[in-house]
T-cell receptor, first 111, second 115 residues
């Protein structure tokens, strides 16, 4: 499974756009990139998943360059409630694949 | 999606005792996973539990310490045996989405404190 590297922590203010970048230099051809969000006292929650280029949903956007060795999670106009830990994961999850969590990025949104 | 219920949500236990954590899913799923999250840390996969077969444990985790049952497609239990204070963690149940979904869903976790 490809190892991921992301910043340990980030600070932001309400209303700003937050970009969290994840490095995954050893990503394999069939690997997907998935981001999860975890609030205190809760289990992780799926945010977004992509394979290449750009993916957007109602919560976030995911930008993946052509070489797929990194990805950027973009959260538009964050609010206090976006304060959480964000995990970047890389792998194949079909056919018995496992989710292996890295360290995650602790995002703190301030008023 | 899948809704996962874990019981108990939290417990305080004495060292040397055992605790069984239950995980109930609102739909039938093939793959269930148990994770541990130590204070301030990321999640660590303990084992994968598939119905009808023995659980597969990750390096550093053994069946004698963390026996797992998977009697049907909607239920699993994890037992933390002969507990010590080092077992104080949050234990989370997770399931794989159905079909070709590359998504896992997580319960809220069981917060265990061992005195």
């Amino acid at each position: 499974l490809a190892k991921t590297t992301q910043p340990i922590s980030m600070d932001s203010y309400e209303g700003q756009e937050v970009n969290i970048t994840c490095s995954h230099n050893n990503i394999a051809t069939n690997d997907y990139i998935t981001w999860y969000q975890q609030f205190p006292s809760q289990g992780p929650r799926f945010i977004i998943q992509g394979y290449k280029t750009k993916v957007t949903n109602e919560v976030a956007s995911l930008f993946i360059p052509a070489d797929r060795k990194s990805s950027t999670l973009s959260l538009p106009r964050v609010s206090l409630s976006d304060t959480a830990v964000y995990y970047c994961l890389v792998g194949i999850y079909n056919q018995g694949g496992k989710l292996i969590f890295g360290q995650g990025t602790e995002l703190s949104v301030k008023p | 999606s899948a809704v996962i219920s874990q019981k108990p949500s939290r417990d305080i236990c004495q060292r040397g005792t055992s605790l069984t954590i239950q995980c109930q899913v609102d739909s039938q799923v093939t793959m269930m996973f148990w994770y541990r999250q130590q204070p301030g840390q990321s999640l660590t996969l303990i084992a994968t539990a598939n119905q009808g077969s023995e659980a597969t444990y990750e390096s550093g985790f053994v069946i004698d310490k963390f026996p797992i049952s998977r009697p049907n497609l909607t239920f699993s239990t994890l037992t933390v045996s002969n507990m010590s204070p080092e077992d104080s963690s949050i234990y989370l149940c997770s399931v794989r989405g159905r079909g070709t979904e590359n998504i896992q869903y997580f319960g809220a976790g069981t917060r265990l404190s061992v005195l």
